[in-house]
């Protein structure tokens, strides 16, 4: 199970089980002694001249759920499951780069040993 | 409703920068010590600026020229940064051997390529916050993730090495030793390094870039048939005469000049650098269409710099960088000729703090280290140690006596188009992936253009194969 980006991308605050060891939302990355039930909005400030980012629930609070460095740090997207065509082409790929390079390095001695 | 007033006293009055550890000290954090880090502070710094421009220019079209101003980079970045010195000497090429004609408006169909692929990154970056070779990684698996960042770190490399030749050339015009101006390029690169904050970093290379502008003086003294410009932008003629192989390998160069690995990953993890988030998408696309604009209106006047050459039958087959220069000094004029010198140093340099960039950007991302110009040195040493090293291998390869840096030069373009579609393939996975794009996924004519930008790519490399293998079939 991936997580469904559609279902938080509009709020920005939502992750999914695929984070089961991720706080499930953004308020539960404060701490205890921080009313998880105040959220932290800092749009009705962005008419002020001068932010402080001293609290941690402001920063929070300005970055999506999966923006914050710990969160990255502990998810990452699951494995795709490659179907077989899409295993042929990326071998097919695979293969075309390593003949090309073979060509080009041909290419590229023609070159030199011309020049000279 | 007291929110506000707690928002009020969270945000008010405050002057000094703020940092991890004022965050960490403050009463009301001291669990967050490893949760929210000095990245996330300078990020959300940027975000801070980002939402009180949209506020501020929310009745305006496109949020106002703030937020604009703010939003704007890697686009830019990106596509100046491949207008270097290697794609600066595919185009003077270009137009010293073929003069005004097809090239002209196939430059255009090229940089529409890359804006096509490029905007692509920017959802990806934007919508996932994660970079390119990391997506690779989570995504397909560490058997791919590793053949992609090989293709990477092998192309960045040999192009890396082509910059400082062209910092080396474009300053030897001039007298400068080679010792010297490669060793100032990499002060240069230190210095846009050091500052510890991506925010600065961006607008010291977007300020280096823009003198990417350079070759606009250099072509205007060149003296360009504007009506022969008209006629080939609408024509597509004259159509290159001479060997088809030679033909065929400058067009091979020339999309090397354009569409290339490194500006995929580079782009994409720039974007979650900068903090873009979903609702900045537009304004990406705006910057990565202004960059494709910058870079082929530069481009186009590379190539008619060029173009005395080619009226008066210097053969330019086998010029490299300053050579091009001398060479027009007779017919341009020593301040253009000064003006494309200094354009291929500018083109040196700017590519070579990006593709470092871009190379530490992925080291960081597969090593699973820090990797973000927001964190201080201690904080993320091996992603700015891969930075540093290797830009300082490739400018130390410069400076080796008798190495072969033609072999460097000749196979760079022409190794970025091959190593292209896989990556495109990648990339075209990845976008299409709704479970990672959510509702950016890519649309019906978004995939006919990417498909098609593939397919052309692989059909470009495979005629440059066939022609390498039967030379006599294409008169070679």
Not at chain 1, 53 to 63: E, I, T, Y
Not at chain 2, 17 to 43: C, F, K, M, Q, Y
Not at chain 2, 180 to 199: D, P, Q
Not at chain 2, 459 to 470: D, E, M, Q, S, Y
Request: net charge neutral; hydrophobic share 55%.
């Amino acid at each position: 199970m991936v997580r469904s980006k559609a279902a938080w991308c509009s709020g920005g605050t939502k992750l999914d089980s695929h984070y089961a060891d991720v706080p499930k939302s953004r308020s539960a990355l404060a701490p205890l002694d921080v009313p998880r039930d105040v959220p932290v909005d800092v749009s009705a400030d962005v008419k002020s001249e001068q932010l402080s980012l001293r609290d941690p629930r402001a920063v929070l609070s300005l970055l999506e759920a999966d923006q914050v460095v710990a969160a990255k740090r502990r998810t990452h997207f699951g494995r795709q499951h490659l179907s077989f065509g899409t295993k042929a082409l990326l071998w097919g790929l695979r293969i075309y780069v390593v003949a090309m390079l073979v060509i080009v390095l041909i290419s590229v001695y023609q070159a030199i040993h011309a020049a000279r | 409703m007291d929110a506000p007033d707690k928002n009020s006293s969270l945000l008010a009055g405050q002057t000094a920068h703020p940092t991890t550890e004022s965050a960490v000290a403050s009463a009301a954090a001291p669990e967050l010590i490893g949760l929210v880090t000095h990245e996330d502070v300078d990020r959300a710094r940027d975000r801070w600026e980002v939402a009180r421009a949209r506020w501020k220019g929310r009745s305006k079209k496109f949020g106002g020229f703030r937020l604009l101003w703010l939003l704007v980079g890697p686009g830019v970045l990106v596509f100046l940064g491949e207008n270097d010195a290697p794609s600066m000497l595919s185009y003077s090429a270009d137009g010293s051997r073929y003069g005004v004609g097809f090239f002209i408006p196939f430059v255009i169909l090229t940089f529409i390529m890359g804006f096509i692929v490029q905007e692509m990154t920017v959802r990806l970056g934007a919508v996932t916050h994660r970079g390119h070779a990391e997506l690779i990684f989570d995504r397909f698996g560490k058997f791919w993730g590793f053949f992609s960042m090989g293709d990477l770190i092998f192309g960045n490399f040999l192009t890396l090495v082509t910059e400082f030749i062209g910092v080396r050339a474009g300053l030897g015009f001039f007298g400068v030793r080679p010792a010297i101006a490669v060793g100032g390029a990499l002060v240069i690169v230190v210095a846009a390094i050091t500052t510890g904050r991506y925010w600065t970093w961006e607008r010291i290379t977007l300020s280096l870039a823009i003198f990417n502008g350079l070759f606009i003086p250099a072509a205007i003294l060149a003296r360009p048939d504007w009506h022969a410009v008209g006629h080939a932008m609408l024509t597509w003629m004259p159509f290159p005469g001479g060997s088809r192989y030679e033909i065929l390998l400058l067009i091979l160069a020339t999309i090397g000049a354009t569409v290339t690995p490194w500006m995929l990953f580079f782009q994409q993890s720039a974007v979650v650098d900068k903090g873009m988030q979903p609702r900045d998408i537009n304004a990406g696309r705006f910057d990565t269409l202004l960059g494709a604009v910058l870079a082929t209106v530069f481009a186009i006047a590379a190539i008619l710099a060029t173009v005395p050459l080619f009226h008066h039958g210097i053969n330019a087959a086998n010029f490299q960088y300053a050579q091009f220069a001398e060479a027009l000094e007779p017919l341009i004029g020593h301040t253009g000729a000064a003006l494309f010198a200094l354009g291929i140093f500018e083109a040196g340099i700017v590519a070579a703090i990006a593709i470092s960039t871009s190379s530490a950007y992925a080291f960081g991302e597969v090593m699973q280290t820090g990797h973000s110009l927001n964190r201080p040195l201690r904080e993320a040493w091996p992603f700015y140690l891969t930075l540093f090293g290797s830009a300082c291998a490739a400018a130390a390869l410069v400076l080796i006596p008798r190495f072969p840096l033609e072999f460097v030069v000749l196979t760079v373009n022409v190794i970025a188009v091959l190593a292209m579609p896989p990556a495109l393939a990648f990339l075209l996975l990845l976008v299409n992936d709704p479970e990672v794009m959510g509702e950016h996924v890519n649309g019906f004519w978004a995939n006919v253009a990417g498909v098609t930008v593939t397919v052309l790519l692989i059909i470009a490399g495979l005629g440059f194969g066939l022609a390498t293998v039967f030379p006599k079939w294409l008169g070679g």
